[in-house]
């Protein structure tokens, strides 16, 4: 079964700019096509493993696979195996990798009320499709979210969060106008990730008491504390259209069916 996309939902459906690579990243057979013309796939190569679904971070990609539930004692237990392991695909549960399930997967298994997860696997230290993000990591973030542990947010670095169809407005608004020059597009407030995700818990009426700010400086690449551009100069064009965060979130969550979602 081929992965479904959603091109509204892909972000080089918005942006022309757009440098997202997550599904060509995740492809362990290079069969996603990213060009100045497309995102394809390239069926030839494409062998339906499903690794590009948890990979997409705007939900782009559709899950083509997903585990079985029985009850057991009265209860929902999920059951799901990698072909390695159980060799008879389009079985219940079978799937060519276990590593297929993400985050957003397991999460909606826990809110249909699925509290045991039985995994079947090979040694996926031997297969090609084993170094993408493991199922592991994503069943503890799920757990981590689930119990409520205490969580560490970046409480440093001050970030802008800036809404693609703003950029792509503006891009259009440029263009329409026969501008020239650098013009600086930013979302109209600031604030640290550990702000903007207690923020969005309110939205969406969750508690957000495990959360801890974190004030060490990033491991990765060094970027500047604050990130913020001026957007005085596309201002001064007379492009007006920055969207707050929170009317972001809410639309976004309501295109979810998430609570907090705009009515």
Same mark, same amino acid.
């Given at each position: 079964?081929?992965? !479904? @996309?959603?091109?509204? /939902?892909?972000?080089?459906?918005?942006?022309?700019?757009?440098?997202? /690579?997550?599904?060509?990243?995740?492809?362990?057979? &290079?069969?996603?096509? =990213?060009?100045?013309?497309? $995102?394809?796939?390239?069926?030839?190569?494409?062998?339906?493993? &499903? =690794?590009?679904?948890?990979?997409?971070?705007?939900?782009?990609?559709?899950?083509?696979? #997903?585990? @079985?539930?029985?009850r057991v004692g009265g209860e929902p237990v999920a059951f799901a195996a990698c072909e390695r392991a159980l060799p008879v695909i389009g079985e219940p549960g079978i799937m060519p990798c276990l590593h297929a399930l993400g985050l957003r997967h397991l999460l909606a298994l826990r809110r249909d009320g699925v509290a045991r997860l039985v995994f079947g696997r090979a040694d996926c230290r031997s297969c090609p499709r084993g170094r993408v993000t493991p199922i592991d990591t994503h069943l503890d973030a799920a757990r981590q979210i689930l119990e409520g542990r205490p969580a560490e947010v970046d409480d440093l670095l001050v970030r802008s969060p800036t809404w693609i169809e703003d950029v792509a407005e503006a891009v259009r608004f440029l263009l329409g106008h026969d501008a020239s020059g650098v013009?600086?597009?930013?979302? %109209?407030?600031?604030?640290?990730?550990? #702000?903007?995700? $207690?923020?969005?818990?309110? =939205?969406?009426? /969750?508690?957000?008491?495990? =959360?801890?700010?974190?004030?060490?400086?990033?491991?990765?690449?060094? /970027? %500047?504390?604050?990130?913020?551009?001026?957007?005085?100069?596309?201002? !001064?064009?007379?492009?007006?259209?920055?969207?707050?965060?929170?009317?972001?979130?809410?639309? @976004? $969550?309501?295109?979810?069916? $998430?609570?907090?979602?705009?009515?």
């Open positions: 079964m081929r992965p !479904e @996309v959603i091109a509204e /939902r892909c972000v080089h459906s918005h942006l022309e700019q757009a440098t997202c /690579r997550a599904c060509v990243d995740a492809c362990p057979r &290079g069969a996603f096509v =990213l060009d100045d013309e497309r $995102l394809g796939i390239d069926t030839d190569r494409c062998d339906a493993c &499903g =690794l590009c679904a948890p990979a997409c971070p705007q939900g782009a990609v559709l899950d083509a696979f #997903a585990p @079985v539930t029985y013009f600086h597009v930013s979302g %109209p407030r600031s604030a640290t990730r550990y #702000a903007w995700t $207690l923020e969005t818990a309110a =939205l969406m009426g /969750r508690n957000a008491g495990h =959360l801890r700010p974190s004030h060490r400086p990033p491991i990765a690449a060094r /970027r %500047p504390v604050n990130a913020r551009l001026d957007t005085g100069k596309i201002r !001064e064009w007379g492009f007006a259209r920055l969207t707050d965060f929170a009317d972001v979130a809410r639309q @976004v $969550l309501a295109q979810a069916g $998430l609570p907090g979602g705009a009515p």
